[in-house]
């Protein structure tokens, strides 16, 4: 007998929408559309394999129990595999595999009236278990290499999320205490006020670097998201949470020392590298710069699947020539393989 009030088609849509909300703005939007799709088809898999199943007596509250499960790890896993860089033609395959052990898991566990946080802590074995097992897969087809299993291998969504929750929390207990201080002294802070410039002078050599940090998110917000990204990449993990956190700050614009941030952003400018033009000279440089630093055989594989104008480009480029390409698509080129090794 079908589940009387579970509406799994719906419910499966509602999760779709709302990953939606919280996919990562940075990627691109086939990757956005890839992590929305996944959870809806999958959901909705699951919800139909419960729904018709006539050997279990789950109940609505349970149906959706595991299907809510296997939308949420189906969002985190496939963010995990899109930061892995494995190629998008060998995602579906691993997360099929995940879906599966979690439907088989759930379902176990609830027929044997295992506790849910029992429950959720054998869920989370077994999909880092296949998620693992699928990467391992794909190296002993030789798809992978080595090193490129073990980088998706560290890639946990769930745990980076984990982490920002617990920095935020410690945050706005910071927040908070730096208020009651602030609060305390609010008397003697009317009896001396200084004026504005004062205030600005002390202010700029006590904020230092977070004035910078918090300078370069105002700058950020006025740039698209793929720029952004690659900006944020040149700085340290914790810089780039850091001015990502700014970044989210809401009404950013009226919070700011708009004389500190000119000075700040002056003070960037002189360290910043000058872009060279864009000459087929430059161009042909700056990848042998890039070679330099890696082999070839991990530049060929990263470029096997590409079209065989780029293969040439880049063959060309390793025998000091050209291979007449548009200059920007060379830049392009060039650009990409960089952030790539």
């Not at 995940?98 to 088989?104: G, H």
């Not at 400018?269 to 033009?277: D, F, I, Q, V």
């Not at 000279?281 to 065989?308: A, C, M, S, W």
Request: proline letters at 4%.
């Amino acid at each position: 007998m079908a589940i009387e009030g579970f509406q799994y088609k719906e419910f499966a849509e509602d999760m779709a929408k709302q990953a939606k909300e919280l996919v990562p703005p940075e990627f691109s939007e086939p990757q956005k559309d890839y992590i929305v799709k996944t959870i809806e088809n999958f959901t909705r898999m699951a919800g139909e394999a419960l729904y018709n199943d006539t050997s279990v007596n789950f109940n609505a509250d349970q149906a959706i129990l595991i299907s809510q499960i296997i939308a949420e790890w189906s969002f985190h896993k496939s963010i995990d595999l899109i930061h892995s860089r494995i190629l998008p033609e060998y995602w579906d395959g691993i997360m099929q595999k995940i879906a599966f052990t979690i439907f088989e898991v759930a379902k176990q566990a609830l027929l044997r009236n295992i506790p849910q946080d029992q429950m959720l802590q054998a869920i989370e074995h077994h999909v880092n278990k296949a998620y693992v097992a699928g990467l391992e897969a794909l190296e002993k087809k030789n798809v992978i290499s080595h090193e490129a299993k073990e980088f998706a291998a560290k890639q946990s969504n769930i745990d980076d999320m984990a982490k920002k929750v617990q920095e935020a929390e410690a945050a706005e207990q910071a927040a908070k205490e730096t208020g009651a201080v602030q609060g305390n002294n609010s008397q003697s802070q009317a009896v001396s006020q200084p004026s504005q410039g004062e205030a600005k002078k002390a202010l700029a050599p006590a904020a230092g670097k977070a004035a910078k940090l918090l300078s370069v998110a105002l700058l950020l917000k006025l740039l698209s998201q793929d720029k952004v990204v690659t900006i944020l990449n040149k700085f340290s993990p914790e810089d780039s949470q850091t001015i990502t956190k700014f970044m989210q700050t809401p009404d950013l614009e009226s919070q700011i020392d708009p004389e500190l941030t000119c000075q700040c952003l002056n003070e960037i400018k002189e360290y910043l590298p000058k872009k060279p033009k864009l000459t087929e000279g430059n161009v042909v440089k700056h990848l042998q710069r890039v070679f330099d630093n890696t082999t070839r055989d991990k530049v060929e594989n990263l470029i096997k699947y590409e079209r065989p104008f780029v293969k040439r480009f880049i063959s060309s480029v390793y025998d000091d020539e050209y291979y007449p390409i548009p200059l920007r698509v060379a830049g392009v080129i060039a650009q990409y393989v960089q952030d790539s090794i």
